[in-house]
C-alpha cells in the first residue's frame, strides 16, 4: 500500500512516500480502506520529536490519527461492523507506528462509529480528535442548559466545534477570538470577545456573575480563568497543565467510538458543521504540514487517499 513515513524525528523534511505492506488485522479490529485523513497539530508535533517523553514510537511512522473511510475486512470477533461499511475514527494506537496517512490503517472497534451520513468524505475526516476533544471535556464538565461556558480559542479547529457542541448541549456561549473571526463566531451562536488585555473584564461585561464552565483549548489562560470562574464554575484545559493546581481537569482526548457516534447524531440533526480550509493529496502531506505549522487556517486540512 502507498503510505507516507517517517525513520526519525524531524521536520517535514523527513517525510517520504513508500510502500508498505498492508497492516494484520487483529482480533476486534477491522481494515479501514482510508478515503480521507485529516491534519492536525499533534501529527507534525510528534513527528518533531514533542512527544517523545510520552509514547514510544515504532519506526517506521506512518503519521496520523483521524480517519474517514470504508470497512476493508474484519478481523476476529468483530460483529458491530461488516465489509462496505463507512466509517469513521480518531485510530490513536497505544503507541506511535501505523497511522492513517496510508491507503489502509487498522483501528480497534472501539474507536470506531458510523460515518455521518450528512457530512462529506472530507468533512468527516476532520470530526474525530477535534470534535472528541471538545466534546468530551464539556461533557466531563457535565456541560447544560442552565451553563454560561467560556471557550478559550473559540475559532480555532476544537474551538468551533466546542461552541456548537456546547449550544446543543443547551448553554450560552462566550469565545475568544481574533476580531477577524468574530462575525463567524456569532454565526455558531456563540458572544465573541478578543483577546488581549482587559480580556476577564470583557468578558465580565457580558456575563457579571461569572461563567459556570470554561473551556481552554489554548493554553496560558489560567489567570483570566480564575478572575471570570463564578463560585462553583468548573474548568479544563487540553493544554495547560497548571490547572490541576486550581481545582481544574487536565485532559487528553480518548478513542471512544460511542462518543464519536453521538458527534455524529449532532451533525446529522443540523447541530454540527466541519469546516474545511483546504484538501491535499496524500503525495503531499509535507505542504499540509506546513500550512497546519502556519496556525491562521480556519478550518481543517484534509489528505485525500
Not at 487483529?26 to 518533531?48: F, T, Y
Not at 476476529?76 to 494506537?93: H, Q, W
Not at 456548537?164 to 448553554?171: D, K, N, T, V, W
Not at 476580531?179 to 473584564?201: F, M, T
Request: charged letters at 20%; one cysteine or more; a negative charge.
Amino acid at each position: 500500500m502507498r503510505a507516507m513515513v517517517y525513520e526519525t524525528y524531524g521536520g517535514t523534511e523527513v517525510l517520504t512516500e513508500t510502500r508498505l505492506p498492508v497492516p494484520k488485522v487483529g482480533p476486534g479490529e477491522v481494515l479501514v480502506r482510508v478515503r480521507c485523513a485529516s491534519v492536525n497539530p499533534v501529527d507534525w508535533k510528534i513527528m518533531a520529536g514533542g512527544l517523545d517523553g510520552l509514547m514510544d514510537v515504532v519506526y517506521p511512522v506512518i503519521p496520523g490519527w483521524d480517519v474517514a473511510g470504508t470497512v476493508e475486512y474484519v478481523g476476529i470477533d468483530t460483529p458491530e461492523f461488516t465489509a462496505g461499511d463507512e466509517v469513521i475514527a480518531y485510530a490513536r494506537k497505544d503507541y506511535v507506528h501505523g497511522g492513517t496517512f496510508a491507503e489502509f490503517v487498522t483501528v480497534p472497534v472501539r474507536a470506531l462509529a458510523p460515518k455521518p451520513v450528512s457530512l462529506s468524505w472530507q468533512e468527516a475526516a476532520g470530526l474525530p480528535l477535534a470534535g472528541l476533544t471538545a466534546y468530551q471535556l464539556l461533557t466531563r464538565l457535565d456541560t447544560g442548559q442552565d451553563d454560561t461556558v467560556l471557550i478559550h480559542g473559540a475559532a480555532g479547529g476544537v474551538g468551533s466545534l466546542g461552541v456548537q457542541i456546547a449550544r446543543a448541549l443547551g448553554a450560552r456561549v462566550i469565545g475568544t477570538a481574533s476580531p477577524r473571526n468574530h462575525d463567524r463566531l456569532r454565526e455558531l451562536g456563540c458572544e465573541p470577545v478578543a483577546y488581549g488585555d482587559g480580556l476577564a473584564e470583557r468578558v465580565r461585561e457580558l456575563a457579571p456573575d461569572g461563567v459556570s464552565v470554561v473551556a481552554d483549548f489554548v493554553g496560558g489562560v489560567l489567570e483570566v480563568t480564575k478572575a471570570v470562574l463564578a463560585p462553583g464554575g468548573r474548568h479544563a484545559s487540553i493544554a495547560d497543565p497548571d490547572v490541576l493546581g486550581a481545582d481544574g481537569q487536565w485532559m487528553w482526548v480518548r478513542p471512544v467510538g460511542d462518543d464519536l457516534a453521538a458527534l455524529g447524531g449532532l451533525a446529522d440533526t443540523g447541530r454540527l458543521g466541519v469546516t474545511v480550509a483546504k484538501t491535499f493529496p496524500l503525495s503531499e502531506l509535507a505542504a499540509a504540514f506546513e500550512l497546519s505549522q502556519d496556525g491562521h487556517t480556519a478550518g481543517k486540512i484534509i489528505l485525500e487517499v
